[in-house]
Each structure stands twice: as C-alpha cells, then as structure tokens.
C-alpha cells in the first residue's frame, strides 16, 4: 500500500476531527460530569482536555487500525487521559464505579451503531429536541433554563420559585426520561 | 463550592446523577448530560473553535533553526580569521534567530487567543513597601470569545466593575448604576499604557502591545508539572509608551501556544516607577456622566484644547462662582483615583482555571448589584 504524505494524513486526520468533533465533547462532558468539585463543568478544561484527546490521536494515528471506528478509538484515548490527570489529581474524578463508566461507553457506542452509516453523531443528538419536546411542561422548563440558558440550580430554583433540591431531583429525572426517550428512538431507527 | 456545586455542569457525581439509581441508570444521565452540552454548545460555535485551535496545533511547523546549518559549515573552514567570523556570526545568529523565534511564539500565542475558549487570569500586584506578592488577585480577569469582565479589589474596599460584552464596552458606576458611554475610566491604570488600557481589549491586545513596545528574546523552555512551557523575555524599547514595564517575561504553554503567566517589573528610577505614578489623565473630554446641561464649547480663539494646557486647578483664587465638579461616578474613589499603594514593582497575571459562568456573565445587569459574586 503506498504511504500516505503528511499532508494527506492531516488532510485525512482533519476530516475525521470534524466528523467527531461533537461526540468527542459529549464524551468528555460525560466524564466530566461525574467530577468533583469546581472544574467538571469548566468549558476550558473541556477546551484543553479536546485539545490534548485530539493532539495525542494525532500522534498516534499511525497505530489507528482502520477496520475499527474511529469514535471508540477516540473515546479510549479520552478515557485515558481523563483518568490519568484525575490520578495526578490535575482534575478530580468522583469515586464513581468503573463499571459506570464502561456503561458510558457502551451508551455511546450503542448510539453510534443506531445511526444510519452517513450520519453522524450531532445528526443523531438532534433527536434530543424531539424528547425535549416531548417532556411535560415542568421538566421541559427546567431543562430549558438549566442546559440552554446555561442558568445555574440556585438561579433556575429562584426563577421558578421552587427548593433547589426540587430542581436537582427534577434535572435528574428528566435526564433519565430524555435517555429513554432516545433509546426508543434508537430501537425504532 | 457550595455555589459551584450547584451548577448543573458541576457537580460531584453523587449529586449530578440519581444517587439511588443503578449503574445504568447512571450511565444514561451521564450519557444525556453530554449530549445535551453538545446540543446546546452548537450556539456559540464551540465545535468550530476547538477545531480551529487543534489544526493550528496539529500544522504548527516543526521548529528547526535553518540557519544553525549554515553554522557548521562555516565550523569546518579553518584560521583564526574564519574562527573570528564564526564567532561574531554565531552571535549574530543567535541574536536574530531567538528575536524571531520570540516575536514568533508570541504571535502564535496570539492567534491560538483567539481561537481559545472560556479562560480566567488573575492578577497579583506587588507594591512599594511590600515583601511579597499578595495571595489574593488585586483583579480578576474573565474572557469568552469578545466579551470580556474585569473585576478589581478597589483601594477603598469596593469593587470596580468593567466588561465588554456584544453591545459593547461598559462599567458599573460605584453609586449603582451601568455606564456605557465612557466607560474606561473604570479601569484601573495599571491596566493601561499612557491611557490606553492595555487589558480592555482583551489578554490578546495585551500581547499584541508587547510585540511592538519590548524587544523580544526567547528564553531556555521549563518543565512544570509535567507541561512544558516556552519562555519570552521582553525588555521596554526606547520610546515605547511609558507606563509600560521595563521588563516582561511571558509563559506560554508549549502544547496549546496560549498564555499561561506574565510577570512585568518595573525597575526602580528615580522620579519614575510604575504606572500608578505617572500623572492624572486630564479632566474628561466627554460630557458629564451624571444628569445635566452639558458644558458650553469654548469660544472661538480662545485658548488651545484640552491636553496642550495643564488641567485647570481644582480651586482658583478669586472666583466667587466656582463650584468643584461633581465627583465623577467612576473615577471618584475607583481605581484611578489616587496611588493605590505607592508604585507597583511587579504585576502578575496568571491563567487559572475559568468557571462555567451563567449565560449572562459578561452582562453587566449581571452586575449592577457591585458586588464581586462568583458563578
């Protein structure tokens, strides 16, 4: 096979940078958010983790083996390097179950295998606004407010006029309904 | 940390997801949270600027000084007159090569500023009189694509208040209040240059000003915790603006080109010593902040405009009429007000971690209350 020129490696590593762009800041908002403490939802620490996850794959590209996707390859590297900095403490993971975060990954690769092969993870995220939708009202809100609006617990609490802990449990639900909603969605394409 | 913790992007794991739900329930809000963040990110182009950031990095041409070639060809040639030449050509080289390769970082420093997210600088200030430099940042500095918010400990115990956001420049008046149309008077003068603030534009202008006020030399790389960082030493140019440093040294992180630390010194010369000594600004050309008639424009042929006279005195002889000007909303008791401590010997700006900040962080309605609030 001949060897590619750098220049079509970056061409070609590029590409696939774009296509996953997306997904990979999904993954790591996932890990983040089960981080303890101030810098989980920091979106430059996102901004840096995406750039190191991307620059390390880089590096690596040659040790890709193409007959295997792309995105799970991405998402080990991420993995790894979250949990790495989390045990030179540069960022602190929660004690969450290992086995949570393997479930993260099936989570991830069970949507990519239900996405039709010319689509891309951001085309399937965009079932999100239909189980958005589909919310009852109250949740809807808060989700709008929380997500969208980028408005913290405290604030959506006070704007709402309930207990923060409401806001939080509600959150959590409609996290777990949204979930169920897409992976219905996922059964049916 | 009790506020960071009530953020729906932050919080520990065993508050974020349902802590009496199964691993997999688990996994599914987790799943969705980054789902969720992706989808509403699309707005403010996040995909695109991290994206743009990482093929800066991943075309970064790899630094081989060229000319170090031409240095060991001319090694081989033998006599004392070659070995001379070598040696005034060696120093030449290194001069001129580290100069470019320093205003090179810096301007790749620049340019991955841009393109770089959410980022928070402290600042620390050391002045006259003090040992060491304080643990508590005299201002805090937050930036997010255009919009920017600088928050300073004022002298008199306020908080001076400034941003930028997409209406544009603004401050929180200390009496309450937001200003819009002269706003940087609210900024403190070690943020400035003769005037001009250096930091309202952003930690980016800030660089762009070095480029063109310090000769720049590339120092020896340093290893910290693992990041490596490239080292920029820069020394005030003859006639360059003079609240300017007389010294800069830069830490850009080697990975990523964006600006990790920047200490300034400001050398001991009589009669001269950092910013906060330089003059008074002259009296506002602007109208009055506050309600009222705005003032007359001086006659024709009468005396030169404001800037070629010394101001006016505060209290001339003679003038039954006189009536001291109204404090001015901002500059009265604000960071321009009056030396803060004596002069500054060191400023310190220092990239730290940056919060999720509310949606209307760089608002100032956000605010108007005065008050530092953190997100």
């Not at chain 1, 989980?40 to 995406?50: N, T």
């Not at chain 1, 806001?167 to 409609?174: A, C, T, Y």
């Not at chain 2, 990095?57 to 060991?72: D, E, F, S, Y």
Request: aromatic share 6%; proline share 9%; glycine share 8%.
């Amino acid at each position: 096979m001949p060897q590619q020129s750098h220049e079509d490696s970056l061409t070609e590593f590029e590409q696939l940078a774009r296509l996953h762009a997306e997904m990979l800041s999904a993954y790591l908002r996932s890990l983040l958010g089960s981080v303890r403490g101030g810098l989980g939802g920091s979106r430059s620490l996102l901004d840096d983790l995406f750039q190191e996850v991307m620059v390390v794959a880089w590096r690596r590209m040659k040790d890709f083996d193409r007959s295997r996707p792309f995105d799970a390859w991405l998402r080990g590297i991420a993995r790894n390097l979250v949990l790495e900095q989390s045990r030179k403490k540069s960022i602190r993971l929660a004690s969450i179950d290992p086995r949570t975060l393997d479930l993260v990954d099936a989570r991830y690769d069970a949507f990519a295998a239900s996405l039709q092969p010319s689509s891309t993870f951001a085309d399937g995220i965009d079932r999100l606004l239909r189980c958005l939708a589909e919310l009852p009202s109250g949740m809807r809100e808060v989700m709008e407010l929380a997500y969208a609006r980028g408005m913290m617990l405290k604030q959506v609490a006070s704007s709402l006029g309930l207990e923060e802990e409401t806001v939080k449990k509600r959150v959590q639900r409609s996290r777990g309904t949204l979930a169920e909603c897409l992976r219905k969605q996922e059964a049916v394409s | 940390m009790s506020d960071q913790r009530n953020s729906p992007l932050k919080n520990d794991a065993e508050d974020f997801v349902s802590p009496e739900g199964a691993a997999d329930a688990q996994a599914d809000e987790l799943f969705v949270h980054g789902a969720l963040c992706a989808l509403h990110e699309r707005a403010d182009g996040a995909s695109e600027r991290r994206l743009e950031r990482l093929n800066q990095t991943i075309r970064k041409p790899a630094q081989v000084p060229g000319r170090r070639i031409a240095l060991l060809r001319l090694r081989r040639l033998s006599g004392v007159v070659i070995v001379l030449l070598a040696t005034l050509f060696t120093a030449w080289i290194f001069v001129s090569a580290s100069t470019n390769q320093a205003r090179a970082t810096l301007m790749a420093s620049i340019q991955a500023a841009r393109n770089a997210g959410d980022r928070r600088y402290q600042v620390h200030i050391l002045s006259d009189g003090e040992q060491n430099v304080p643990a508590q940042p005299e201002a805090v500095f937050d930036s997010s694509g255009p919009n920017l918010l600088l928050r300073v400990h004022a002298p008199q115990g306020h908080t001076a208040i400034a941003g930028k956001d997409s209406i544009g420049e603004w401050a929180i008046r200390r009496q309450g209040g937001i200003e819009r149309n002269d706003p940087r008077r609210a900024w403190p003068r070690w943020a400035t240059a003769d005037g001009e603030p250096i930091l309202a534009d952003s930690i980016d202008k800030l660089l762009e000003v070095l480029t063109t006020g310090f000769e720049l030399t590339i120092l020896d790389p340093e290893v910290v915790d693992g990041r490596s960082f490239r080292r920029i030493e820069g020394l005030k140019r003859d006639g360059a603006s003079r609240g300017l440093a007389d010294r800069v040294e830069l830490w850009i992180d080697a990975e990523t080109m964006i600006l990790e630390k920047m200490e300034m010194d400001w050398i001991e010369r009589p009669g001269q010593r950092g910013p906060n000594v330089r003059p008074p600004l002259p009296p506002p050309l602007s109208p009055p902040l506050r309600d009222g008639p705005r003032p007359e424009p001086p006659p024709p042929g009468g005396p030169p405009p404001r800037g070629l006279r010394p101001p006016p005195p505060l209290q001339p002889d003679g003038d039954p009429n006189f009536r001291p000007p109204p404090p001015h909303p901002l500059r009265e008791g604000g960071p321009n007000a009056e030396l803060r401590r004596g002069g500054i010997r060191k400023l310190i700006v220092s990239r730290t971690e940056a919060p999720e900040w509310p949606a209307n962080w760089f608002s100032p309605e956000a605010h108007e209350d005065g008050t530092w609030g953190e997100p």
